[in-house]
């Protein structure tokens, strides 16, 4: 303890002895270790770190799985599991997310989100109110509806005013009475990284918004369920009696649950279903930051080597005086690790700062609020200082075992300064895998960023320019199917009458949004005695001039009009993929479809060929895909998109107040640009741009910094070499020459090495490319050449200063 107290103070010592070299080294740690130390903050935030409820070990989440796909329980599945289980105190149930939902006041009608859960959701997950009480279990009643609500503290106290009367007092939500019966706890806000306003019970679905959300439907699947042991009882004992519980329930329901087994994990913000999408974002970005570390680690090995050099003599002399090998060694090693662990310092700092950075480029997602905390916890702080001892001894080893080996006598004599050349093999090689890193990353911030202008040129199949769009939810304010189509109408005709608007059009949801709708699909003579037979098809239910709207072409045929009512026959809109796919060589019109949906056939005739598009992300390849029309299968949630002919910014304040004059109780759920709308199905593409280019960016002046040190020291090495050429007659064109021929090497081998793994390592990031190959030669070249330009220019400016070198001067160099 005592030598280890003796080796801690003299690396103090020797670190204050140089503040500017100890900066640097610290600085470039502390940048290194801070990008790992982001990134591990949010995927402990949303994989590690447990949800803040009581016992979180012994909550699991429920899921189902069939042949490695994952869903969520039905509500029969749920209730199923919830009654037969003994494995489980209590098994809790909750709408995949929360709900937006109007809270009408008499000054103004807000929007909220509302998460229906089951009425044991706080008790399982051992919270108690701060205010007032959870739900009871007769408020899971549909007979007997009880309108209550538990509020989120959040909500309470920006809202309300934190009113400590606020139990027992009503709000309006959606034209509903609700009573408020308790508070949530500050440090709660769900086991979702959605943040509610508050939580309603099941029994209160339809007065929410959710009547779509089927209460007896084996296939429907929109419960999160999680469950708590019981006392004693390990999580393979559950996960086996889950297991012949979804045996029974596929005898009793083979059709629904055939091949559906039970799939139980540690519950955490980011469900099951959604985990393995996390995971592989959280893997990439990892490996993106570990990168840079490494480079971080060279150049800090790198500037060791250099002052291990300059302190050859003082070495040699420890030795002579009895230091063993092994102990010059420890200390170098502890010397490290002081640099690495005063680098953790600067990196948990940044990341106070980065993490709020990170998180305002979250998307702003309609229809619920994605929020999330990524607090510096003990984990993220254990990991920092793990990461940064390993650091210390991965980039102190190397230069400890340099330093200590070697014959003191030989050391103390003076050397003769050709062997500076020998002696920076290493850092020679450190420099090298400092570009060769530095362009894989810049390379993939290339693409990144070359595959996100790409994106404003493919072929979207609509038009984004002067529309804007405005969602609502009629179910939100009870409206019929006929108060719906009334609303409808004169919607449309008050908006179209709005100076400055082109055209309107309604939609149930716009491409490229977060959700799917699928439906099986028979052309017309084909054999339809089992659904086996169908074929997929995504669609989309929209109205009255919508293609004109949305400036999608109709190659053939027309689009919906008036003549197509409720009562009239069902007309389809197909695209041109699925016109080729399903009458090959035919002329499509006047055609006929069999659609099922919910165990129910519809025929419906084509009338029209719209042009193909995209409708779940830009990248994906041409797909079969129909529209259906608006007037024949109505739905309360929808978009309506208008087409201005200036800035649509100018029309949004009174397409609002239209919203308000005819429906004062209506809150919007989405106000914005249909630029602004397809930006969100680019954020994955645009967050890894970011990263990649931060990081490449600081790789790349990492390794600058190494190519100008080697080059600088190199020069000082070869002083009095440099002196006798130009003594001799060398011009200093020569002598630059001689002197940049080493980093025009050194960056040649870095950018070789670097483009091989480019090539293999690029593929990873394909799925986030638009119109853009994971190997495109144009940005490989202009890349590489990029960085050889500027790592010559750092080799240049010590190789400059060489040239002016006095031949007297460097005669008399020590």
């Known amino acids: 303890m005592e030598t280890l107290l003796q080796d801690l103070r003299y690396g103090f010592r020797m670190l204050a002895r140089n503040p500017g070299f100890t900066a640097v080294i610290v600085l470039s740690l502390g940048l290194g270790l801070g990008a790992n130390t982001t990134i591990f903050s949010f995927i402990n935030a949303l994989l590690l770190r447990p949800p803040a409820i009581e016992s979180p070990g012994e909550v699991l989440e429920i899921s189902e799985t069939r042949r490695g796909e994952l869903r969520t329980l039905s509500m029969p599945s749920y209730l199923y599991y919830r009654d037969h289980s003994r494995t489980f105190s209590g098994i809790l149930a909750a709408a ?137 009882v390990r999580p393979s004992q559950a996960q086996a009696e889950l297991n012949v519980l979804a045996g029974q329930l596929e005898q009793s329901s083979p059709n629904a649950n055939k091949g559906w087994g039970v799939a139980l994990s540690p519950v955490s913000l980011a469900p099951r279903f959604v985990r393995n999408v996390v995971a592989g974002f959280g893997g990439l970005l990892m490996a993106v930051v570990v990168l840079v570390l490494l480079v971080a680690c060279a150049n800090a090995a790198g500037l060791l080597t250099v002052r291990a050099s300059q302190q050859r003599r003082e070495t040699a002399i420890r030795s002579a005086l009895g230091a063993s090998r092994l102990r010059l060694m420890r200390q170098a090693l502890t010397e490290s690790i002081l640099f690495s662990c005063l680098g953790g310092v600067v990196a948990l700092l940044m990341t106070f700062w980065t993490s709020s950075l990170l998180l305002s480029l979250k998307p702003s997602i309609a229809m619920f609020p994605i929020e999330f905390d990524v607090p510096v916890d003990s984990g993220v702080v254990a990991f920092t200082l793990l990461l940064s001892i390993l650091t210390g001894v991965v980039f102190g080893i190397v230069p400890a075992a340099r330093s200590s080996r070697f014959v003191p006598a030989a050391a ?96 149930d949801e716009l491409p490229l949004g977060a959700t799917k709708s699928d439906v099986e699909v028979f052309a017309e003579g084909q054999d339809t005695a089992t659904k086996e037979q169908a074929i997929t098809v ?77 409708y779940l992300s830009l990248g994906e390849s041409p797909v079969p895909f129909m529209y259906r029309c608006l007037a024949q299968e109505y739905r309360p949630a929808a978009t309506m998109v208008v087409r201005a002919v200036t800035d649509p910014r100018l029309l949004m304040t009174a397409v609002r107040r239209e919203f308000q004059q005819l429906e004062p109780n209506l809150a919007l759920n989405q106000l914005c640009t249909l630029d602004e709308y397809v930006k969100l199905s680019l954020f994955l593409a645009r967050i890894t741009s970011v990263l990649l280019g931060a990081s490449g960016l600081l790789a790349v002046l990492l390794a600058l910094a190494g190519v100008y040190s080697i080059t600088a020291f190199d020069v000082a090495q070869r002083t009095r070499e440099i002196g006798i050429r130009m003594a001799l007659g060398a011009r200093r064109m020569d002598v630059m020459g001689l002197v940049m021929r080493r980093g025009l090497l050194l960056t040649s081998a870095g950018l070789v090495i670097g483009l091989a793994g480019a090539f293999a390592l690029t593929r990873f990031l394909s799925y986030l490319l638009y119109g853009l190959s994971p190997t495109d030669p144009v940005t490989f070249v202009v890349v590489a050449v990029l960085l050889a330009a500027v790592s010559m220019l750092a080799g240049y400016i010590p190789a400059r200063r060489a040239t002016r070198v006095d031949p007297m001067l460097a005669l008399r160099y020590e």
């Open 538 to 614: 995504s669609n989309r239910i929209v109205g009255p001039r919508y293609f004109q709207v949305m400036g999608t072409p109709l190659l053939r045929g027309r689009e919906f009009g008036p003549q197509d009512r409720a009562d009239s026959p069902k007309v389809v809109v197909i695209n041109e993929v699925m016109a080729r796919q399903f009458w090959p060589g035919r002329d499509p019109l006047g055609q006929r479809l069999t659609v099922i949906e919910g165990g129910k056939r519809t025929s419906l005739e084509v009338v029209g060929v719209a042009k193909t598009g995209k």
């Open 96 to 232: 995949i997310i929360p709900k937006a939902a109007a809270w009408v006041r008499p000054e103004q009608t807000e929007l909220v989100y509302a998460h229906v859960v089951s009425a044991n959701y706080f008790s399982v997950l051992g919270i108690r109110p701060a205010l007032g009480r959870g739900f009871l279990p007769a408020e899971d009643d549909a007979e007997g509806k009880s309108p209550v609500v538990v509020l989120a503290d959040s909500f309470w106290r920006r809202r309300l005013g934190a009113d400590p009367a606020i139990i027992g007092k009503n709000l309006t939500i959606n034209r509903h009475s609700f009573t408020v019966v308790g508070v949530a706890p500050s440090y709660f806000t769900g086991t979702q990284p959605f943040k509610p306003d508050f939580w309603a019970p099941l029994s209160v679905l339809e007065e929410i918004g959710w009547s779509g959300a089927s209460r007896t439907s084996w296939t429907h699947a929109w419960i999160y369920a999680a469950g708590r042991l019981q006392k004693g």
């Open 412 to 507: 103390l004599k003076e050397e003769a300064s050709g062997g500076g050349q020998r002696r920076s093999r290493f850092r020679s090689l450190l420099v090298v895998a400092q570009l060769a890193v530095s362009l894989v990353l810049l390379l993939g911030a290339g693409l990144c960023l070359k595959s996100l202008l790409n994106a404003w040129s493919i072929d979207k199949g609509f038009e984004t320019r002067n529309r804007f769009l405005a969602s609502f939810d009629l179910e939100n304010v009870g409206y019929s199917r006929a108060q719906g189509e009334e609303f409808h109408r004169r919607l449309i005709e008050r908006v179209e009458a709005l100076p400055g608007v082109l055209a309107v059009g309604l939609a």
